[in-house]
């Protein structure tokens, strides 16, 4: 049995509207899971556990119960992406004068057809692993491209970080470079053939994920076939909802055929073909969802990832965020490198509280407060995980929780002065990677 207690500021959001704080608070990790907090040890729990103190450089051993004393630093959940694409991360910043889709087509689609070159993934991918681990990223729910090759390098660079990812081998048979297309039958192939390679790896913290890149990309024959696997090997589904009007209208008139005036949506595309909530789907953005839309999302249960950065950089709206969460919808965060410029989570977070309270003013919506922006990037995605690792609760440190947490402190003097709360609220909307002193993903530390 494996078992510690770290003492410090314990910050999480076991409930989306406000933060709660245990000041120079004691949490005991068992396991790998959080088993309780409290604001002091009681004689009965010291000598219960055979407490010890130890300094934070001996925190590799892990023979006994120990406290590690992170004195006033604070402690949080660490965060989830979950919506982000890997081959963009080096075109983070490029190109964002565009709307969507003359942006894919002028810088996207031709960055990843490099990644049919597997040195080239090598290059890129360690790059890309990194930056997850330097954002306090543990967790992520993760786009590939269609090349099967790079996306098992990908897969095993996340696996030697020690981080937890749902990966997604890209399908695409249509409107996009001749070098990115497939035909259906190579698509489904490479899709299982990646699924298979998983399976065989036996990643501790790695499982696929069924990825159509979205409507437009997809016929529906191949939509189909990727429902179908999708439902035959109980796999989770990620792809693109609702992003600008123009995709919008684009999908509608693609599959005019198959929709009808009831079941007219964009979301009836991917239901149609087995994708939407069969098994744990998740659509990244939402922003122009139709009432029907916001119906089905409730009834399968299917998650909206908010791509604030994203959503600003390349025109594409201002998500009625407040609005989706009070209706009670499954709301997460992603960072959608590269239309987003920063894989920083708690950038994210901070452009989430941005962008409503543009709404505020624009169309009245009230505005988030930082609790709720925190709690959909870490319980909040840790739902749709959950999901998947299932029997695993994730993203707080509520009791039964994967002990998943970041280690936070500014290094200025003067930070000293300033509450548990206030620390956070400078490191969400100034604090880096030299902030996060310490990484754990259920319970092991992760260097």
Same mark, same amino acid.
């Given at each position: 049995?494996?078992?510690?207690? $770290?003492?410090?500021?314990?910050?999480?959001?076991?409930?989306?509207?406000?933060?709660?704080?245990?000041e120079?608070?004691?949490?005991?990790?068992?396991?790998?899971?959080?088993?309780?907090?409290k604001?002091?040890l009681?004689?009965e729990?010291i000598? /219960?556990l055979?407490?010890?103190?130890?300094?934070?450089?001996?925190?590799?051993?892990?023979?006994?119960?120990?406290? =590690?004393? &992170?004195?006033?630093?604070?402690?949080?959940?660490s965060?989830i992406?979950?919506?982000?694409?890997?081959?963009q991360?080096?075109? %983070?910043g490029?190109g964002l004068?565009?709307? +969507?889709?003359?942006w894919?087509?002028?810088?996207? &689609?031709r960055?990843?057809?490099?990644?049919?070159?597997?040195?080239?993934?090598?290059?890129?991918y360690p790059?890309f692993?990194?930056?997850?681990?330097?954002?306090?990223?543990?967790?992520?729910?993760v786009y590939?491209?269609?090349?099967?090759?790079?996306?098992?390098?990908?897969?095993?660079?996340?696996?030697?970080?020690?981080?937890?990812?749902?990966?997604?081998? $890209?399908?695409?048979?249509?409107?996009?470079p001749?070098? +990115?297309?497939e035909t259906?039958e190579?698509?489904?192939?490479?899709?299982y053939? &990646?699924?298979?390679?998983?399976?065989?790896?036996? =990643?501790?913290?790695?499982?696929p994920?069924?990825?159509?890149?979205?409507?437009?990309?997809?016929?529906?024959?191949?939509?189909q076939?990727? @429902?179908d696997?999708?439902? /035959?090997?109980?796999?989770?589904?990620q792809?693109h +909802?609702?992003e600008?009007?123009r995709e919008?209208?684009?999908?509608?008139d693609?599959?005019k055929?198959? +929709?009808?005036?009831?079941?007219g949506? =964009?979301?009836?595309?991917?239901k149609?073909?087995?994708?939407?909530?069969?098994?744990?789907? $998740? %659509?990244?953005?939402?922003?122009f969802?139709?009432?029907?839309?916001?119906?089905?999302?409730?009834e399968?249960?299917?998650?909206?990832?908010?791509c604030?950065?994203?959503?600003m950089?390349?025109?594409?709206?201002?998500?009625?965020?407040a609005? =989706?969460?009070d209706l009670?919808?499954?709301?997460?965060? @992603?960072?959608?490198?590269?239309?987003?410029?920063?894989l920083?989570?708690n950038?994210?977070?901070?452009s989430? $509280?941005?962008?409503s309270?543009l709404?505020?003013v624009?169309y009245?919506?009230?505005?988030?407060v930082?609790?709720?922006?925190?709690?959909l990037a870490?319980?909040?995605?840790?739902?749709f995980?959950?999901?998947?690792?299932?029997?695993?609760?994730?993203?707080? &440190?509520?009791?039964?929780?994967?002990?998943?947490a970041?280690?936070?402190?500014?290094?200025?003097?003067? %930070?000293d002065s300033?509450?548990p709360? /206030?620390?956070l609220?400078?490191f969400?909307?100034?604090?880096?990677e030299?902030?996060?002193?310490?990484?754990f993903?259920? @319970?092991?530390?992760?260097?």
């Amino acid at each position: 049995m494996t078992s510690y207690i $770290v003492k410090g500021n314990i910050i999480h959001t076991p409930s989306i509207h406000q933060f709660e704080v245990v000041e120079n608070g004691y949490m005991y990790i068992e396991n790998g899971k959080c088993q309780w907090i409290k604001n002091e040890l009681s004689e009965e729990v010291i000598k /219960e556990l055979n407490i010890s103190i130890s300094k934070i450089d001996e925190i590799d051993d892990l023979s006994k119960t120990l406290i =590690y004393d &992170f004195k006033d630093m604070i402690i949080i959940p660490s965060f989830i992406d979950l919506h982000v694409h890997a081959p963009q991360y080096i075109q %983070m910043g490029i190109g964002l004068d565009l709307s +969507l889709i003359d942006w894919l087509y002028q810088y996207t &689609f031709r960055i990843e057809e490099r990644f049919a070159d597997i040195n080239y993934a090598k290059k890129c991918y360690p790059a890309f692993v990194q930056g997850l681990y330097d954002s306090g990223t543990l967790r992520s729910v993760v786009y590939g491209t269609i090349h099967k090759e790079s996306n098992e390098i990908l897969v095993d660079e996340l696996n030697k970080k020690g981080l937890c990812a749902l990966v997604g081998k $890209v399908n695409m048979n249509r409107f996009a470079p001749i070098n +990115l297309m497939e035909t259906v039958e190579k698509s489904v192939q490479d899709t299982y053939d &990646f699924i298979e390679d998983i399976k065989i790896k036996n =990643y501790k913290y790695i499982k696929p994920i069924v990825t159509p890149r979205f409507a437009p990309s997809c016929s529906s024959d191949l939509l189909q076939k990727l @429902g179908d696997l999708s439902n /035959e090997l109980s796999l989770p589904i990620q792809s693109h +909802l609702c992003e600008t009007q123009r995709e919008i209208d684009w999908v509608k008139d693609l599959f005019k055929e198959e +929709l009808t005036k009831e079941k007219g949506t =964009y979301s009836d595309v991917y239901k149609n073909h087995s994708l939407y909530g069969n098994q744990p789907t $998740v %659509m990244a953005h939402g922003i122009f969802m139709e009432p029907r839309e916001i119906e089905l999302a409730l009834e399968h249960n299917v998650f909206i990832a908010h791509c604030p950065t994203s959503n600003m950089n390349i025109t594409s709206g201002i998500m009625p965020l407040a609005k =989706y969460i009070d209706l009670g919808l499954n709301i997460g965060l @992603g960072s959608d490198v590269g239309a987003g410029h920063t894989l920083a989570m708690n950038q994210v977070i901070i452009s989430a $509280v941005q962008n409503s309270k543009l709404r505020h003013v624009l169309y009245g919506d009230r505005k988030l407060v930082e609790a709720e922006a925190f709690y959909l990037a870490t319980k909040g995605n840790g739902k749709f995980f959950e999901q998947v690792f299932k029997g695993e609760k994730i993203g707080s &440190f509520e009791e039964g929780s994967s002990f998943d947490a970041l280690v936070i402190k500014d290094d200025h003097p003067l %930070m000293d002065s300033l509450t548990p709360i /206030e620390q956070l609220q400078r490191f969400l909307y100034c604090g880096n990677e030299s902030s996060i002193k310490m990484r754990f993903l259920n @319970g092991d530390i992760i260097r």
